[in-house]
């Protein structure tokens, strides 16, 4: 392929970009860019190498490791090399690399049966060990792989790492070359980072860093403070055949168990591709409950016969890999900042980002929620940022890489006018959010009639939000109620709304008008008012007409309200547009009162009447609502908040604020599948 002249200045660019960060990683130890930013920026240049091989330079950093490590460590040369693994990032990669190392080995190994061994790839911090004569004399940092940093006082403060070997039954071993990761556990980091917070200090961001910056201290006794681990995962013997006491690296973690190290228990052995492929993805969600951080899999040869006849690339061993999880966090540059206008006319600033692969979906936006997060970010037009996205939670920037700002960049400034309607926007005091307050804006109207026909309110089939804007844009919708006076006819001269499908949505629409009260109180929208708090509202209010005249103190009396929700609830009843909303609604024929005779008493489960649940963080399997659902039909009774008078929390991943309180009152915690258990008993 013939390069051209952007090409070579992309090439360029990235080496300079790789160059600084490795710097700065290895020497200076301040790094000024994420793991995942780096590992596209080297890709990206790989493949332009690969492309473009003419543009391959003996500097670039894709023919070396890295750089050399700092000095204020004694340097150290690493008697066998530590080197870095090929990272693969799918199924299909790992598939690759199978193909790749099976050509380098005779016939034979074409196409048989291997085993390999699936191990965890923990998120710490790799370490090299030498015993001569089974007392531990050194530990060094990786380094460069070939350099490391003597920080063996540091690691004599790890209690899992063994001073001295357990030779029982082993004979003539005179020096072990042991490597293996040190890393924190998840809650000895919380910890610390809440003492730290305490102190008024810097807080560490992630386990891994905390772990980097505690090796590297001159002070051994603030190592031993906080409470290092280490899981071994291979080893060297000198002075006899390795062959002797192991052949494969299953029976070297035996071996190393047998020393006295800490081992990884979760290894498996697997008999083919496909094995290592279920052990990866079962452990791309087990991930979430582990006590310590984990990044992927590593896959190995077992056998060391094989690993020796594939040896090692200038840079990786071809006999092992690293299958990463599909990230959850990636790198990518803010090409727009836009702003979004909601149904309660809240403003939400957006960046409209270059496309990447997150969570096993495509984000190219992310919200940046309010203008203080926009000036905490400081973040602009051209940036490189982080994007993060766990499970169903909407991608949001959670940092900007400041080092790559181009030149020139101008800071963002929210709106001070509504960028639909252009009526003033407003910022109450105490809120973090700015709002148009145009209760004719279209974009307000647009949005409340998303969430009217959305799946958990009316759950009107047919009706996206194209079509949604259209009803809009034409002015043939002022309010939800217009919804009920569409005809055929008048569907039918809207873009890509046949005769069928119009028919199909009137009748979707009528359809609606038997969903429940607790569904009509929902899909009206008042702020605070989730499907949830419906649910108590209109047990507690069986009709419009109660919940209309009830007072606030009534309504903030319902167990589970509280006073914000109250307020608002009673504002919006006490509105007289809202009222003729209420007026017309009923006129229609919606369902604003219960019309469900109570559940008898032997529907309910046990385990859950008069019970009350409360429903946090990411579930394995379940949607909240979905949880949430599951309790009601059996009996309990969900609310948004933790209270003296909560009996269960059930917490998923990334719980917050709500397990620290339920810990502190005592409160049952459940598992997804505890709270399954316990429905089907």
């Known amino acids: 392929m013939v390069q051209t002249q952007p090409e070579a200045k992309r090439v360029e660019e990235l080496r300079r970009l790789l160059q600084q960060a490795s710097y700065a990683y290895y020497v200076l130890d301040a790094p000024i860019m994420e793991d995942t930013v780096y590992d596209r920026l080297y890709r990206e240049l790989q493949e332009l190498e690969t492309n473009y091989p003419e543009l391959i330079t003996p500097d670039s950093p894709t023919q070396r490791i890295g750089e050399r490590p700092a000095t204020h460590f004694t340097s150290v040369r690493h008697n066998i090399p530590l080197y870095s693994l090929e990272n693969a990032f799918n199924i299909e990669e790992l598939q690759t690399w199978e193909q790749r190392w099976r050509r380098h080995l005779p016939s034979q190994y074409s196409a048989g049966e291997v085993e390999y061994v699936a191990e965890l790839k923990i998120d710490g911090a790799a370490l090299a060990l030498t015993y001569q004569n089974g007392i531990l004399v050194r530990g060094a940092t990786r380094g460069d792989g070939v350099m490391g940093e003597d920080i063996t006082q540091n690691v004599r403060t790890i209690r899992s790492i063994p001073l001295r070997l357990n030779f029982d039954g082993l004979e003539n071993i005179e020096k072990v070359e042991v490597r293996g990761e040190?890393?924190?556990?998840?809650?000895?980091?919380?910890?610390?980072?809440?003492?730290?917070?305490?102190?008024?200090?810097?807080?560490?961001?992630?386990?891994?860093?905390?772990?980097?910056?505690?090796?590297?201290?001159?002070?051994?006794?603030i190592v031993a403070q906080r409470q290092l681990d280490f899981f071994a995962y291979t080893l060297h013997i000198t002075g006899m055949d390795d062959s002797s006491i192991a052949n494969t690296q299953w029976e070297a973690l035996e071996l190393l168990q047998r020393l006295g190290f800490r081992v990884d228990t979760n290894h498996k052995l697997c008999h083919s591709l496909n094995e290592v492929a279920e052990y990866y993805q079962y452990w791309d969600t087990e991930r979430l409950n582990s006590p310590y951080m984990t990044d992927g899999v590593v896959v190995k040869l077992n056998a060391f016969k094989l690993q020796e006849q594939l040896g090692f690339t200038q840079k990786f061993p071809r006999w092992a890999i690293a299958l990463k999880y599909a990230a959850e966090e990636a790198p990518t540059r803010v090409e727009n900042i836009t702003v979004n206008v909601g149904r309660t006319g809240a403003l939400?600033?957006?960046?409209?980002?270059?496309?990447?692969?997150?969570?096993?979906?495509?984000?190219?936006r992310a919200t940046l929620h309010n203008s203080d997060r926009i000036t905490q970010l400081d973040i602009r037009i051209g940036d490189t940022v982080i994007v993060r996205k766990a499970g169903e939670i909407i991608p949001e920037v959670v940092r900007v890489i400041k080092e790559l700002r181009p030149a020139h960049t101008q800071p963002f400034i929210m709106p001070t006018h509504c960028p639909v309607c252009g009526q003033q926007v407003v910022r109450e005091s105490g809120e973090a959010v700015t709002r148009c307050v145009n209760a004719s804006c279209?974009?307000?109207?647009?949005?409340?009639?998303e969430h009217w026909v959305s799946r958990d309110a009316l759950d009107i089939k047919g009706m996206g939000e194209k079509l949604v804007h259209q009803l809009v844009d034409k002015e043939l919708v002022h309010s939800v109620g217009d919804l009920y006076d569409l005809t055929e006819d008048k569907l039918c001269g809207l873009e890509r709304m046949g005769k069928k499908s119009a028919q199909k949505l009137v009748s979707a629409i009528a359809q609606s008008k038997n969903q429940p009260w607790s569904r009509?109180?929902?899909?009206?929208?008042?702020?605070?008012?989730?499907?949830?708090?419906?649910?108590?509202?209109t047990e507690k209010f069986t009709t419009v007409e109660q919940l209309t005249a009830a007072r606030q103190s009534d309504i903030e009396g319902v167990y589970g309200i509280g006073a914000e929700i109250a307020q608002s609830v009673s504002q919006w009843f006490l509105t007289p547009a809202n009222q003729t909303l209420i007026s017309r609604l009923q006129a229609i024929g919606l369902q604003l009162a219960n019309t469900e005779a109570p559940k008898a008493a032997g529907e309910t489960n046990p385990n859950f009447a008069g019970k009350t649940f409360v429903v946090t963080g990411t579930l394995p399997t379940l949607k909240r609502d979905e949880a949430k659902a599951l309790i009601q039909k059996a009996g309990g009774k969900v609310t948004d908040s933790i209270s003296k008078k909560t009996d269960f929390l059930v917490v998923g991943a990334d719980a917050g604020s709500k397990l620290e309180k339920a810990q502190s009152l005592g409160i049952t915690q459940l598992n997804e599948a505890q709270l399954l258990e316990m429905l089907e008993n």
């Open 182 to 221: 040190v890393f924190l556990p998840l809650e000895v980091f919380k910890q610390i980072n809440e003492k730290r917070q305490k102190a008024g200090e810097q807080l560490f961001a992630n386990p891994r860093n905390a772990v980097a910056g505690t090796l590297r201290q001159l002070d051994s006794r």
């Open 348 to 364: 939400t600033p957006l960046a409209e980002m270059r496309p990447v692969q997150l969570a096993g979906t495509t984000v190219s």
């Open 442 to 449: 279209a974009a307000i109207l647009k949005g409340e009639i």
């Open 520 to 537: 009509v109180l929902y899909g009206l929208g008042i702020r605070h008012v989730g499907s949830v708090n419906a649910q108590l509202l």
